[in-house]
């Protein structure tokens, strides 16, 4: 958008040329129709325009109708108030007149990837929850002592996760990798995955081979590739004698140190084919035996505070957290 008919077909000119559709608006007005009505990608705009939508208002303007449109300015407005201003009000970078052919294209290329890569991340951040919740329940329908096991170690794993420091992005990690954590077991036969008694060394064998299972099919799925190591590590144990490496102490990477106390809390307060679910006094115990062996002492003593405040309780329908 430009007042200027020779800017216009300038700028539409080595657009065209670089393999672009454009489209061209000499108002404000006329550029807000166009958005309303076109698959517009990204936005050039000069920021001193007559009429009642300046190219600063135009931002506006835009963005409440499509958010994360791009929108560069391409000005020769020496006032850098005025870029500045551009910058607050979210446009993506500015092209200062008079400009070359090559740095208008990289800007323009920049915006676009940018934008690819967006759409890209809101389309993995929305289905992996989906693709791993299909997972889980294919574990879950197989054992009836497993309904809800992912979601109250997912519920207790962020908890400990957050007190623990991490950051959000790594609790979103954390949550998901807690409910992919067994997807492994899909490829565990029945008689092995629920069998009543002890296992003998071969069938023991078998089920430790899950958490690699489970990688290598989660391998080919790029949206879940931060939560493999979850899966593979979630079994090691902090004095090196847990599988499938043998990993120690701050080896483990600390989301699989995480899964790995919350899976243990949840499995022990719940109703399993081998045994009946323990009593909060025997799962503090079992902590306590466990910490700085089995698992993380730091994460053990959050669990232990969260116990000793009521934050976590146990019931007949196994563990609950309870929200602040």
């Not at 146990?314 to 563990?319: L, S, V």
Request: net charge negative.
């Amino acid at each position: 958008m430009d007042d200027e008919p020779a800017v216009r077909q300038l700028i539409a000119g080595i657009l065209v040329k670089a393999g672009h559709q454009v489209l061209t608006a000499s108002s404000g007005q006329e550029a807000v129709q166009l958005v309303e009505q076109e698959e517009i990608a990204v936005v050039l705009t000069d920021i001193n325009m007559p009429g009642s939508i300046s190219g600063l208002e135009l931002i506006d303007a835009l963005h409440a109708r499509r958010p994360s449109l791009p929108i560069i300015p391409v000005t020769g407005s020496g006032d850098e108030t005025s870029l500045q201003e551009a910058l607050d009000r979210g446009a993506a970078g500015f092209i200062a007149k008079p400009f070359k052919a090559a740095d208008l294209r990289q800007k323009v290329e920049k915006a676009l990837s940018r934008l690819v890569l967006a759409e890209v991340e809101l389309r993995e951040r929305l289905l992996a929850p989906t693709v791993a919740s299909v997972l889980a329940n294919a574990i879950e329908v197989r054992d009836d002592s497993m309904v809800g096991h992912t979601e109250r170690l997912a519920a207790l794993a962020v908890e400990i996760g957050r007190r623990g420091g991490l950051s959000d992005d790594v609790l979103e990690v954390l949550e998901l990798g807690a409910v992919l954590h067994d997807v492994g077991k899909i490829g565990i036969s029945d008689g092995i995955l629920l069998k009543p008694g002890l296992l003998t060394a071969e069938e023991r064998a078998t089920m430790e081979a899950h958490p690699v299972i489970g990688d290598r099919m989660l391998a080919p799925l790029a949206l879940l590739d931060s939560v493999r190591p979850i899966v593979r590590h979630h079994h090691e144990r902090w004095d090196g004698a847990g599988y499938p490496e043998g990993l120690a102490g701050e080896e483990i990477p600390v989301v699989a140190r995480v899964v790995s106390l919350a899976d243990s809390i949840e499995a022990m307060s719940g109703r399993r084919p081998y045994r009946l679910p323990l009593s909060k006094d025997e799962v503090v115990r079992e902590l306590e035996l466990g910490r700085g062996r089995q698992w993380d002492p730091a994460l053990v003593d959050i669990a232990l505070d969260l116990i000793a405040t009521g934050r976590l309780r146990f019931g007949a329908g196994g563990m609950t957290v309870m929200s602040e």
